[in-house]
């Protein structure tokens, strides 16, 4: 079946073990299946006891139970499924994990490859414990186990740090991270009464410590209960609230007997309380008795147990290993501790007992960060819209469960795709998302799946790659005109396929910046000669532009700037970049609490690079400071200059006036933004700037450089001002009067709100169609 014809509603999911055996794993399948209505779902399983039924229905979920134990689960399996794909004809096989599961995931991909293959990794043991376990079998079973991956047309992972092990074991296919969830239904029933921060660290005497957890080495009970006995042992006077503690441990597993007896090595049995086996829907109850959730992880795939006690709005302990640091900022939303200290843990334990403050302030900040990210209803829209992808049909169904025709095939060829960050990113997975809802069916080859290989064997992996997936399209489209646009142009000539081309940039130019030479204008670069790295860079985006049937730019400044590379006017198209306005509830004065910002908050942000300006604001800083005493300066970014401006920032005396933050998370910077009095960017070069898009949204004033693409935004004295680049007297100027005028300040805002309004995605998505479709 191809990717592109009408879609199928049947899938067949391999797991080892299904309800009523539960974890993570088992959880996940049951919470996404049951809000996806537009699929038939049948599931192969081991029947480990004999009283469970051979065929049963749970939720969404056909569920066929097997004999054969797990060391022939892969085998049995694959039989059982060959029988059912007679029966039901499948579109898709979704293995969870990738243990005997994926074994038998990937006998079925090769006995029927039209087939398409989901492995889902939701593993929580050390990534080297499968090889581990195959012993001396590695020799002949290895390179099979490494096909697991190889082999799936889609990987989802529930942490970034399982996607980087799909990485290495040489997936091709699209990455994905979808983490698990957290039942908010049941635990909004539990807490919805009590105030953010108070579900943790009540008022009393005795503290409770709680983990739940299987009992197993990973898990580093163990850990948790010598820092216990840690600060027991502490002089009265210097333990304090440390004296009265009681452990809970919630879980059983092959460590119990052990953890057992070093309770009692240690003299702390009678504080540490084994309380076994907790059905899921009860470890709510004992979450709200606690005050702290600790987990001292050897290794986790995620750990949803810590989502699970965030939501419950406890502070958390743990360590920065596997997907933890995916959720667990030090700091915010809890703490990390050393993997295999007892000492270091008992200290950050005797920490959220005596300052109760920062306790509440990071359980406030998990709980709202679960609440927000890590609920079921979202994850199984992301896991249907993956999902979406994998079968082939172009949508799982309209509104009326009606199919859409897919009539246009596009192969969409990006440098990055997420996981990673940045625009083209960004942009390739709402095509990804959004296209197949209105009859394009597509297909995203990202350089990420080559970017391991050395330099020039990967671009010509990346164009084999390119020519076998473009047979099957009807458009390839390339987003930018070098590293991924240069193969797939060279693909599409092969093919006899129509070839589109984005262009966010001169990439020549950014590629002779990055080199730290004298910043020259975009505009000024066209007209010189360079070096022969750069000519022969500048002559490759040349030669990509002028093979392309159409080439897109988000910016008329871009559009100009590719005209001078000698392009035909009436291919080039301006269609500007989609925005959806990010909605952050919180008030600025609520996020200026949060975030510990005080006076005249100036915010700057982007990649810490020459052309960006940021040294000149860091030395007209004492100047403002003059006018306004309580100004600071917040920089938002990482790059190739931070060190440099650290320098200029210590040099001028200025540490606490000036704070380079590095790079933050998305929403992080949007709470900056929002929380923010001015908004400055000093920047040399635009094409079009999503920062200040974002500044526009979050309603914090304006000022930008009359630079590129930026007045295609800002208009200057009516939604935001503007200035000369590197002006330091004219930008001095404008911040004052700026960050002084609380009128102008609301005049501003109120007109830049309006205009973010104009670039919505459905416009984008129209405009882009109309291309693709001609």
């Given at each position: 079946?191809?990717?592109?014809?009408?879609?199928?509603?049947?899938?067949?999911?391999?797991?080892?073990?299904?309800?009523?055996f539960?974890?993570?794993a088992?959880l996940a399948?049951?919470?996404?299946?049951?809000?996806?209505?537009?699929?038939d779902?049948?599931?192969?399983?081991?029947?480990?006891?004999?009283k469970?039924?051979?065929?049963?229905?749970?939720?969404n979920?056909?569920?066929?139970?097997?004999?054969?134990?797990?060391l022939?689960?892969?085998?049995?399996?694959?039989w059982?499924?060959?029988?059912?794909?007679?029966?039901?004809?499948?579109?898709?096989?979704?293995?969870?994990?990738?243990?005997?599961?994926g074994?038998?995931?990937?006998?079925?991909?090769?006995?029927?490859p039209?087939?398409k293959?989901?492995l889902?990794?939701?593993?929580?043991?050390?990534l080297?414990?499968?090889?581990?376990?195959?012993?001396?079998a590695?020799?002949f079973?290895?390179g099979?186990?490494?096909k697991v991956?190889?082999?799936?047309?889609?990987?989802?992972?529930?942490?970034?740090?399982?996607?980087?092990?799909?990485?290495?074991?040489?997936?091709?296919?699209?990455?994905?991270?979808v983490?698990?969830?957290?039942?908010?239904?049941?635990?909004?029933?539990?807490?919805?009464?009590?105030p953010?921060?108070?579900a943790?660290?009540k008022?009393?005497?005795?503290?409770?410590?709680i983990?739940?957890?299987?009992?197993?080495?990973?898990?580093?009970?163990?850990?948790?209960?010598?820092?216990?006995?840690?600060?027991?042992?502490?002089?009265?006077?210097e333990?304090?609230?440390?004296?009265n503690?009681?452990?809970?441990?919630?879980?059983?597993?092959?460590?119990?007997?052990?953890?057992?007896?070093?309770?009692?090595?240690l003299?702390?049995?009678?504080?540490?309380?084994?309380?076994?086996?907790i059905?899921?829907?009860k470890?709510?109850?004992?979450?709200m008795?606690?005050?702290?959730?600790?987990?001292?992880?050897?290794?986790?795939?995620?750990?949803?147990?810590?989502?699970?006690?965030?939501?419950?709005?406890?502070?958390?302990?743990g360590?920065?290993?596997?997907?933890?640091?995916?959720?667990?900022?030090d700091?915010?939303?809890?703490?990390?501790?050393?993997?295999?200290?007892?000492?270091?843990?008992a200290?950050?334990?005797?920490?959220l007992?005596?300052?109760?403050?920062?306790?509440?302030r990071?359980a406030?900040?998990?709980r709202?960060?679960?609440?927000?990210?890590?609920?079921?209803?979202?994850?199984?829209?992301?896991?249907k819209?993956?999902?979406?992808?994998?079968i082939?049909?172009?949508n799982?169904?309209?509104?009326?469960?009606?199919?859409?025709?897919?009539?246009?095939?596009?192969?969409?060829?990006?440098g990055?795709?997420?996981?990673?960050?940045?625009?083209?990113?960004?942009?390739?997975?709402?095509?990804?998302?959004?296209?197949?809802k209105?009859?394009?069916?597509?297909?995203?080859?990202?350089f990420g799946?080559v970017?391991?290989?050395?330099?020039?064997?990967?671009?010509?992996?990346?164009?084999?790659?390119?020519?076998?997936?473009?047979?099957?399209?009807?458009?390839?489209f390339?987003?930018?005109p070098?590293?991924?646009?240069?193969?797939?142009?060279?693909a599409?000539?092969?093919?006899?396929?129509?070839?589109?081309?984005?262009?966010v940039?001169?990439?020549?130019?950014?590629?002779?910046?990055?080199?730290g030479?004298k910043?020259?204008?975009?505009?000024?670069?066209q007209?010189?000669?360079?070096?022969?790295?750069?000519?022969?860079?500048?002559?490759?985006?040349?030669?990509?532009?002028?093979?392309?049937?159409?080439?897109?730019?988000?910016?008329?400044?871009?559009?100009?700037?590719?005209?001078?590379w000698?392009?035909?006017?009436?291919?080039?198209?301006?269609?500007?970049?989609?925005?959806?306005a990010?909605?952050l509830?919180?008030?600025?004065?609520?996020?200026?609490?949060?975030?510990?910002?005080?006076?005249t908050?100036?915010?700057?942000?982007?990649?810490?690079?020459?052309w960006?300006?940021?040294?000149?604001?860091?030395?007209?800083?004492?100047?403002?400071?003059?006018?306004?005493?309580?100004?600071?300066?917040?920089?938002?970014?990482s790059?190739?200059e931070?060190?440099?401006?650290?320098?200029?920032?210590k040099s001028?005396?200025?540490?606490?006036?000036?704070?380079?933050?590095?790079?933050?998370?998305?929403?992080?910077?949007?709470?900056?933004?929002?929380?923010?009095?001015?908004?400055?960017?000093?920047t040399?070069?635009e094409?079009?700037?999503?920062f200040?898009?974002?500044?526009?949204?979050?309603?914090?004033?304006?000022?930008?450089t009359?630079?590129?693409?930026?007045?295609?935004?800002?208009?200057?004295?009516?939604n935001?001002?503007?200035?000369?680049?590197?002006?330091?007297?004219e930008?001095?100027?404008?911040?004052?009067?700026?960050?002084?005028?609380?009128?102008?300040?609301?005049e501003?805002?109120?007109?830049a709100?309006?205009?973010?309004?104009?670039?919505?995605?459905?416009?984008?998505?129209?405009?882009?169609?109309?291309?693709?479709k001609?």
């Open positions: 079946m191809d990717f592109y014809e009408e879609r199928k509603k049947r899938v067949l999911i391999f797991s080892l073990a299904y309800i009523p539960v974890s993570g088992e399948v049951k919470e996404i299946t049951d809000r996806i209505n537009d699929l779902f049948d599931l192969i399983t081991l029947r480990f006891d004999r469970w039924a051979k065929k049963e229905k749970i939720g979920v056909n569920v066929y139970r097997i004999g054969g134990g797990k022939f689960f892969p085998f049995f399996a694959f059982k499924a060959r029988k059912l794909h007679k029966k039901n004809g499948y579109d898709s096989v979704w293995s969870i994990m990738a243990n005997r599961a074994f038998a995931a990937l006998f079925f991909k090769l006995w029927h039209k087939v293959y989901l889902t990794l939701q593993e929580g043991d050390t080297d414990y499968p090889e581990k376990r195959m012993g001396l590695k020799i079973i290895g099979l186990f490494k991956f190889t082999k799936a047309d889609y990987v989802q992972a529930i942490s970034n740090y399982l996607a980087d092990w799909a990485r290495n074991m040489g997936a091709k296919a699209p990455i994905e991270v983490p698990n969830g957290v039942d908010l239904n049941n635990l909004k029933s539990k807490i919805s009464n009590l953010a921060g108070e943790g660290l008022n009393k005497e005795e503290k409770i410590i983990t739940t957890s299987r009992l197993v080495y990973k898990n580093g009970v163990d850990v948790l209960i010598r820092a216990i006995s840690n600060l027991k042992s502490l002089p009265a006077g333990a304090g609230k440390n004296s503690i009681k452990l809970w441990i919630l879980g059983s597993g092959s460590e119990e007997k052990k953890l057992k007896n070093l309770a009692k090595e003299k702390v049995e009678e504080v540490v309380q084994f309380l076994g086996h059905e899921p829907g470890v709510y109850e004992y979450l008795e606690a005050d702290i959730f600790v987990r001292p992880s050897r290794t986790e795939g995620l750990g949803s147990s810590f989502l699970e006690a965030m939501g419950a709005g406890l502070p958390v302990i360590t920065a290993v596997g997907g933890i640091p995916d959720f667990l900022k700091g915010e939303t809890g703490l990390f501790c050393k993997v295999d200290d007892p000492k270091d843990l200290e950050k334990i005797k920490k007992i005596t300052d109760e403050e920062f306790a509440k990071i406030e900040n998990g709202r960060l679960v609440l927000e990210k890590y609920n079921w209803d979202d994850i199984a829209k992301r896991m819209n993956l999902l979406s992808h994998i082939p049909i172009a799982l169904g309209d509104s009326n469960g009606v199919g859409v025709d897919v009539n246009t095939r596009v192969l969409i060829c990006t990055i795709y997420p996981p990673d960050g940045g625009g083209p990113a960004t942009y390739s997975k709402l095509l990804f998302d959004e296209l197949p209105r009859g394009v069916g597509v297909k995203v080859l990202s799946a970017r391991h290989l050395p330099k020039v064997v990967r671009h010509f992996i990346y164009f084999f790659k390119a020519l076998k997936m473009g047979k099957k399209a009807d458009i390839i390339a987003q930018d070098v590293s991924v646009g240069f193969p797939a142009m060279l599409a000539k092969i093919l006899r396929k129509k070839f589109i081309l984005k262009v940039g001169d990439y020549a130019w950014e590629q002779f910046q990055a080199r030479e910043f020259i204008t975009p505009e000024n670069f007209d010189k000669k360079f070096d022969f790295k750069t000519e022969l860079r500048r002559k490759i985006q040349k030669y990509v532009a002028k093979n392309a049937h159409k080439i897109i730019v988000p910016s008329q400044y871009l559009k100009k700037i590719v005209l001078r000698g392009i035909d006017e009436d291919k080039i198209k301006v269609i500007y970049n989609a925005f959806e990010p909605d509830k919180e008030s600025k004065d609520k996020l200026r609490k949060k975030l510990n910002l005080s006076g908050v100036l915010i700057s942000a982007g990649r810490l690079v020459t960006k300006g940021f040294d000149k604001l860091i030395e007209i800083m004492p100047e403002i400071i003059k006018e306004i005493p309580d100004a600071k300066l917040y920089i938002i970014g790059g190739p931070l060190e440099a401006l650290e320098l200029k920032v001028l005396k200025l540490q606490d006036k000036v704070i380079l933050t590095n790079q933050l998370e998305h929403k992080d910077t949007l709470e900056y933004l929002k929380a923010g009095d001015v908004f400055v960017l000093n040399g070069y094409g079009f700037s999503h200040l898009l974002e500044a526009m949204a979050m309603e914090i004033p304006i000022i930008t009359n630079i590129g693409g930026n007045v295609e935004l800002i208009e200057d004295g009516k935001g001002i503007l200035a000369e680049y590197n002006n330091v007297e930008l001095k100027k404008k911040i004052i009067e700026l960050a002084k005028n609380e009128t102008l300040k609301k501003l805002t109120k007109k709100k309006q205009k973010v309004a104009e670039f919505g995605v459905g416009k984008m998505l129209e405009e882009t169609i109309k291309i693709l001609q």
